[in-house]
Every structure is written in structure tokens, then in C-alpha cells.
């Protein structure tokens, strides 16, 4: 996605990538449920048995996007997977798309859970959900990999803004909804494609699925009122910054090789004390389409490192 700040030497894991991306079907012994909380209905995938483990989709996806990770990890963790409010099969609220308010909504699904603690996989606007429950609670969390996209407010964020490809970040309101009305299979294949290091690795049927969801009423709306909460998160990151410090808890910051690459772990020794910096080869921004059994592989190294 920010292939332009992909610069410097990059010391890559060696993982094969694979030939296409998987389908993204979750096992029949994940279970779904919606989960009333802070305002929401969230829709929950659940699956596995032990220590557990949340994963946080971003934009252009949903939930459905960690099917390959949710299946591998639920050989041995208990696997939460939500849909961001407003996106894929949650509620649409009026408001609450800024990020402090959503980790309410991750607190409120894992307390309906029953899960005191658990370790932390974001992807994208997922990392600023992640981050802002980190931050405030960071007695419930134990590991935290954070994937290819920076933190409002948080280190070279300014200097960020001003990358080209990522003119979405100010592009909505009503006037651009009508725009986009209609349309949503066109405006999400650019980002698709833009920030793709192999877009034919997205294919059509997962291109469909997603365009759908997105079209579903209300959906629109709520994904420009991710992008159009950005000020607040800025703002509420550096209080979160200078009140309560850095995170503590270890931190895995993974950017694609062709996308924001070492800059994820740049960005995360601002917000962290103990981050472990990684690449994703032959990848771009969409991590677990382009090489899902190289994602998995960093990821669940990172989190078994945890239990031993």
C-alpha cells in the first residue's frame, strides 16, 4: 500500500509464496454470532480451543479476509475474528468509526466471550483498532503482530499523508458516496490493484464477495467514516502516547516487501518498546491474498514464541 516508503535494505524471512490465494472459507467448526455491544451488533467468527487469539481485518475486506490464518491457528488457539462495525456483516451505525470507540467493541466482544486476555493480529485500519486496545488495556493482551499500515498520529504519520496512492484517506462525505453508489466493485478493485504486487492473486470470486458486502446499505458510508475519523485517532494516539508510554507487550510489525515494508516496524518503535521487525516476501499490502501461507507461517512463529 505504501510501496513508495518501501526504501533502505530489507531482511525478508524465507518463505515461498504461493501460486494463488486460498479460498476464503472458515472451517464448519468455526461458529458465527452477533454480539450486541457499545452501540453495535458485531459479527463474530469463533473457532478453536486454547489460548486465544483476535484477528482485526482493515479496508477493502472483511473478517473473511483471515480464513487461511483462522483455520491454521484454531489447530491450537481459541480464533475470534470480527467484522469492523460497520463493514462486512456488522451493524451500520450512525457513527463510532473512530478507533477508540471500536476498541469498545473488541472489549465488549471478547467480555461476551469470556476471555480475559489474548494476543492481537491486525491488518490495515485493524492495526489502529488494535493499537488503541493495546494501549488502553494492555493487561489483555499478550502478543500483538501488527500488518502493513501506519498508526494516526503515531511516528512519520505527516510525512505519510503526503504519499500520492493514499488520496483516499481524505476522499468522502456525501457527495462522494453518491459518486460511489453503484459503483463499489470499481472504487475497491483500484485499491485492489493499486496496492497489489500481484493483483491477479485476488481473484474474481473474492473481488465479488467483497464488493457485495460493500454494497450492502450503509456499508460505504461507514468505510469513508473509518478514513474520516483519522483527525480523532491522531489526536487520541498522542494522548494515548504521552499519558500511558509505549506498549510493553512484544510486537511483530510486518510490512509487504512491496508495499510499506520496513516502515511498519519505523513506525511501531514509536509506539512500542519491544518490536521484532519482519518483511512478507513477494507480497504487497494484501498479505493474506497474495502469500497467505507465508503470513501464516511469520505469524504463528511469532505467537507459539509466546507459549514455550
Known amino acids: 500500500m505504501f510501496r513508495t516508503l518501501a526504501t533502505g535494505a530489507v531482511v525478508a524471512l524465507a518463505l515461498t509464496a504461493p501460486a494463488s490465494a486460498q479460498e476464503q472459507t472458515f472451517p464448519s467448526t468455526f461458529r458465527t454470532q452477533e454480539i450486541a455491544t457499545n452501540g453495535a451488533s458485531i459479527h463474530v467468527r469463533v473457532g478453536g480451543t486454547g489460548p486465544a487469539v483476535v484477528l482485526l481485518h482493515g479496508y477493502g475486506s472483511t473478517g473473511d479476509m483471515w480464513a487461511p ?69 494492555p493487561e489483555r493482551v499478550g502478543r500483538f503482530v501488527l500488518i502493513d499500515a501506519p498508526l494516526p498520529g ?43 504486487a500481484h493483483p491477479t492473486r485476488i481473484g474474481e470470486a473474492a473481488r465479488d464477495h467483497y464488493a457485495k458486502l460493500y454494497a450492502l446499505p450503509g456499508a460505504m458510508h461507514s468505510g469513508f467514516g473509518q478514513f474520516a475519523a483519522f483527525d480523532q ?70 505467537l507459539i514464541a509466546g507459549k514455550r
Open 154 to 196: 503515531i511516528g512519520p504519520w505527516e510525512e505519510i499523508l503526503k504519499t500520492p496512492l493514499l488520496w483516499h484517506f481524505r476522499f468522502g462525505g456525501p457527495d462522494m458516496e453518491r459518486l460511489v453508489a453503484g459503483r463499489e466493485r470499481i472504487y475497491l478493485d483500484r485499491f485492489w490493484n493499486d496496492f497489489a
Open 69 to 137: 490464518l483462522a483455520a491454521d491457528l484454531a489447530r491450537d488457539h481459541t480464533v475470534v475474528v470480527p467484522d469492523l462495525r460497520g463493514l462486512g456483516l456488522s451493524s451500520k451505525p450512525a457513527g463510532g468509526f473512530d478507533k477508540k470507540t471500536q476498541a469498545g467493541d473488541v472489549v465488549g466482544v471478547l467480555d461476551t466471550l469470556k476471555i480475559a486476555n489474548a494476543d492481537l493480529v491486525t491488518h490495515d485500519i485493524g492495526n489502529m483498532v488494535g493499537y488503541a486496545f493495546a494501549v488502553q488495556h
Open 233 to 302: 485517532d491522531a489526536a487520541d494516539n498522542k494522548a494515548f502516547l504521552a499519558g500511558r508510554g509505549k506498549l510493553k507487550m512484544p510486537v511483530l510489525a510486518i510490512g509487504g516487501e512491496k508495499s510499506f515494508g520496513p516502515m511498519m516496524a519505523t513506525v511501531m518503535r514509536f509506539a512500542a518498546e519491544d518490536v521484532q521487525e519482519a518483511i512478507l516476501p513477494d507480497s504487497g499490502h494484501w498479505i493474506m491474498e497474495e502469500n497467505p501461507q507465508g503470513t501464516t507461517a511469520m505469524v504463528r512463529t511469532f
